[in-house]
């Protein structure tokens, strides 16, 4: 699979959008990427996932470099409860083994 | 739905003790894997199954054992407890990503915080 590059942390302004960079690129054609999250000791939380082009859903958007080579996560009204370590993960095999790197602590503040 | 049930919570084990960390899901997910997180550490995999019947090692299987006999259940197995063991431990379970079906990725348990002493 895949490495990924991330930033180690970031901060955001509660309210604005938080947008978060990943770099991936060696991502293979059949390879996806996947952005979890982990909230202070709880198991991580799955966010989105795409291919090729940009998804959204209720949590977050999701938009990939038409190369592939990067994503940038993006969370449209940061609130503090998104305080968290987030993980951008490049994987094929339809997602059985998923490899979590160092990922991106965002704190978000007031 | 109970999603994935991780037991025990926690445990305490001395050196050279054995024990199976018990891990369930009511999903009917044919993924299931077992992750360590080290304090201040990202979480490494263990142990994956694809299926019942069918596991594989992940980055660092030394130490454990697992099986999958029921699509349900994946136990995680430390053979001779190390202090170097001492972790938290999550078990995770998704579905097979496939075009045209929803996908919610890997439903991670609330881990079982194990310390080797």
């Known amino acids: 699979d895949a490495k990924t590059t991330q930033p180690t942390s970031m901060d955001c302004a509660e309210g604005r959008a938080a947008n978060l960079p990943c770099n991936h690129s060696t991502i293979s054609g059949n390879e996806y990427v996947y952005w979890y999250r982990q909230i202070h000791s709880q198991g991580p939380q799955y966010i989105i996932h795409g291919l090729k082009n940009n998804e959204t859903n209720e949590m977050a958007s999701l938009i990939i470099t038409e190369d592939r080579k990067s994503s940038t996560l993006i969370l449209p009204h940061a609130t503090l409860r998104d305080t968290a370590v987030y993980y951008c993960?490049?994987?094929?095999?339809?997602?059985?083994?998923?490899?979590f790197g160092g990922g991106t602590r965002l704190m978000v503040k007031p | 739905n109970a999603g994935v049930t991780q037991t025990p919570k926690f445990q305490v084990l001395k050196t050279g003790q054995s024990m199976t960390l018990q891990c369930a899901q009511d999903?009917?997910?044919?993924?299931m894997s077992w992750y360590r997180q080290d304090p201040g550490m990202g979480l490494r995999l263990i142990h994956y199954?694809?299926?019942?019947?069918?596991?594989d090692q992940g980055e660092v299987p030394n130490g454990y054992n697992v099986s999958r006999s029921t699509t349900e259940d994946f136990p995680l197995r430390l053979l001779s407890a190390a202090p170097s063991q001492t972790s938290v431990y999550f078990c995770?379970?998704?579905?097979?990503?496939?075009?045209?079906?929803?996908?919610?990725?890997?439903?991670f348990g609330s881990g079982t915080r194990l310390t080797v002493v």
């Open positions: 199954s694809v299926g019942a019947g069918i596991t």
């Open positions: 999903m009917n997910h044919e993924y």
């Open positions: 995770a379970s998704s579905r097979a990503l496939s075009r045209g079906k929803a996908y919610y990725g890997y439903t």
């Open positions: 993960i490049v994987s094929g095999n339809a997602g059985n083994m998923l490899t």
